[in-house]
């Protein structure tokens, strides 16, 4: 039953390649976000969706591009991966449209890319 | 700029000491103020929030925090520290538009002697 489901837990690849994380939600929330945690702990938002439409994408690069398929799925795909983009990834939902900007966000276990 | 600062990177307490973790925030407008705990490869999980009212709110695992609009400040404390309590604590504001976009500090690691 858990809440804020992301795959995989662990993902290892080398430079250049292209990779997928999927994350899922089942709390009804309507909307879902991306984040990502740097080695030094620092969070910070990428992008968020609310009901399959982009609502947030913050100055990240075009080699990252999130798709949400329904308002329970928001997946993110990385193409030609580098170093700089070892960090750990954590898919979040809230139900920002309904509740409001105080609806708190409720996290995944986050993935860890590491790219050699 | 809308910042959140967490002046304390590492803070050592021994079990059964009080805590103290710091927060201040820089924004606009009436801000909602969260803390979150990160434990060793989990996501985070949300302790507390404050959005309006009683200025000193209780949360989960016998925390609380205190909103001191005077001080831009949002202090969690704890009583008394578990072993258990160890973890990452980030303190975070929320957006003053509809994007549901937190901005977080920049973590407190806790560690719990015993």
């Known amino acids: 039953d858990t809440a804020v489901s992301q795959t995989p837990k662990y993902l290892v690849t080398q430079m250049g390649n292209d990779k997928s994380i999927k994350c899922e939600q089942n709390?009804?929330?309507?909307?879902m976000y991306w984040y990502k945690q740097d080695s030094k702990k620092f969070l910070k938002i990428m992008f968020s969706y609310n009901n399959k439409e982009l609502i947030i994408n913050e100055t990240v690069p075009n080699r990252f591009s999130p798709k949400s398929p329904d308002k329970a799925h928001l997946n993110l795909h990385i193409n030609s991966l580098e170093l700089g983009d070892s960090a750990v990834y954590f898919c979040?939902?809230?139900?920002?449209?309904?509740?409001?900007?105080?609806?708190?966000?409720?996290f995944g276990n986050g993935t860890r890319l590491t790219v050699t | 700029a809308q910042s959140v600062t967490q002046p304390d990177i590492h803070i050592t307490v021994s079990e059964g000491a009080s805590l103290e973790l710091r927060c201040n925030y820089s924004y606009g407008a009436t801000p909602y103020l969260f803390w979150y705990v990160q434990s060793p490869g989990q996501g985070l999980q949300l302790l507390l929030k404050?959005?309006?009212?009683?200025?000193l709110v209780q949360g989960i695992k016998g925390f609380e925090a205190e909103f001191k609009r005077s001080q831009s400040s949002f202090n969690l404390r704890k009583p008394s520290v578990h072993w258990s309590d160890a973890a990452e604590y980030f303190c975070a504001v929320g957006p003053s538009s509809n994007t549901g976009k937190l901005i977080f500090g920049q973590g407190t690691t806790l560690q719990v002697k015993p």
């Open positions: 979040a939902s809230s139900s920002l449209f309904s509740t409001g900007s105080n609806s708190p966000l409720h």
């Open positions: 404050y959005f309006s009212g009683d200025t």
């Open positions: 709390l009804g929330h309507d909307t």
